[in-house]
């Protein structure tokens, strides 16, 4: 019988919340988490709303990042590492009771945040604050974690790919557990001028709340948000001879690349639906299997209209009996940190056969008309969730989550 790849382990911070309870809590109830920016002044900004962590971060950080250490990191560098220590030791992983060399930690990094808005970067560590794999060299050296550690960069797909990667290490016998995800923020006056140069983010300042939209016929383009999410990958019989929660079973995964645009997708979501239909004939189920869809959903013309001509073409008339969702639209799109948030929300899902909705679907585009959740969440028991990320570059993802059963 094929090796099992089982989740044991999740935990995230987010603009609604500073673990995955806060968060989820937040989500199923239809929280916005996008307020007007105060990591710096963006009043000379055209886009001047982010969905930040909470103020409490600072605080939370501090209690676990010793101060020496916590000066050699970048805020991005320290949510990752918050994210993943509480993820351990809140289940009481003991790593002595495992081989070290087969436990080894993948990140999906962008950057490590060293910009403009970031504070104490001097001579003497701004080497190691922008070592994008110093955020998973921390993780490994708390606990003299000896297995593979490294981080990957595919844009907004990056932690989705790391996910990947630490499957494919258990699945290929290579390892016993891989801590997985990504972390990011790009809230800082360079990047959002970049950002708006392209016409990419939204611009309702007024009432930011309302600003992440994804399938609205009003959407303006998406809301960046900032945070880390951690998912740890076991071995069926790993997770078993500890005694460990399962919370989901990570079926397989797709990769593709476009090869057409730096920047925009292939026209009709004609990419994205090849990563699904990859994703779905590499699990080994049929289309009529996937219970629901968590959707890349940037609130971005492009992007909303492609992906759900992408499921339309990989799911025929069944698309339309498919809840989809973007989370997006309440946590903001976490760049790097997208893919392993909403790998998250997708588990959580199925643990509590609940899908989150899409918030600010006050008028839908009348040439989007899917299912999309709007405004409330919905109770129905899941069995197998998909999860997208689609990324600048061409770089794209899909993820098969399915119900545990022994």
């Known amino acids: 019988m094929a090796k099992k790849v089982v989740v044991t382990e999740v935990n995230m911070l ?4 500073l673990d995955w309870e806060e968060t989820w809590g937040n989500i199923i109830q239809g929280k916005s988490g996008t307020k007007k920016i105060s990591l710096f002044d963006a009043s000379e900004n055209q886009t001047q709303i982010a969905a930040e962590l909470p103020l409490e971060f600072a605080e939370k950080s501090a209690s ?3 101060k020496r250490v916590s000066k050699q990191m970048t805020r991005v560098t320290q949510m990752s590492y918050v994210c993943a220590i509480e993820a351990i030791e809140k289940h009481n992983i003991d790593f002595d009771n495992l081989d070290k060399k087969r436990v080894g930690v993948i ?3 962008v950057n490590t945040g060293d910009s403009s808005a970031e504070h104490g970067t001097t001579s003497k560590n701004l080497i190691l604050k922008r070592m994008n794999n110093a955020m998973s060299a921390w993780i490994g050296m708390r606990y003299n974690i000896e297995g593979p550690n490294f981080t990957t960069s595919s844009a907004c797909s990056s932690s989705a790919f790391a996910i990947a990667l630490g499957y494919d290490a258990i699945k290929a016998g290579r390892a016993d557990m891989m801590i997985v995800g990504g972390a990011d923020s790009i809230i800082n006056k360079e990047e959002i001028d970049g950002f ?4 990419a983010l939204s611009v309702e300042n007024d009432k930011p709340e309302k600003a992440s939209c994804p399938f609205s016929k009003n959407r303006d383009g998406f809301v960046i948000g900032e945070g880390a999410g951690i998912v740890i990958l076991e071995s069926e019989e790993s997770a078993k001879a500890r005694g460990a929660k399962i919370y989901a079973e990570l079926v397989d995964y797709a990769f593709t690349n476009e090869s057409y645009n730096i920047m925009a997708p292939k026209p009709d979501g004609e990419g994205m639906a090849d990563t699904m239909k990859l994703a779905i ?5 049929s289309p009529s299997d996937v219970d629901y869809i968590n959707a890349h959903g940037t609130s971005t013309i492009l992007n909303d209209l492609y992906e759900t001509q992408a499921i339309k073409k990989v799911f025929g008339d ?3 009996k498919i809840p989809v969702s973007s989370t997006k639209s309440m946590t903001g799109h976490t760049i790097g940190a997208a893919g392993a948030v909403e790998s998250i929300f997708s588990i959580l899902a199925i643990k509590d056969g609940i899908i989150p909705p899409t918030i600010n679907l006050d008028e839908q585009d009348p040439e989007l008309d899917l299912d999309y959740v709007p405004d409330k969440a919905r109770k129905k028991d899941l069995n197998i969730v998909l999860s997208n990320s689609f990324a600048f570059g061409g770089h794209n993802a899909t993820l098969v ?3 545990y059963n022994n």
């Open 14 to 17: 987010t603009a609604l919340g």
């Open 64 to 66: 676990i990042i010793k």
């Open 107 to 109: 990140l999906g990094v």
């Open 196 to 199: 708006n140069e392209i016409y």
């Open 281 to 285: 004939k590499n699990a080994g189920i």
């Open 318 to 320: 069944y698309a339309y």
């Open 401 to 403: 989550f399915r119900k």
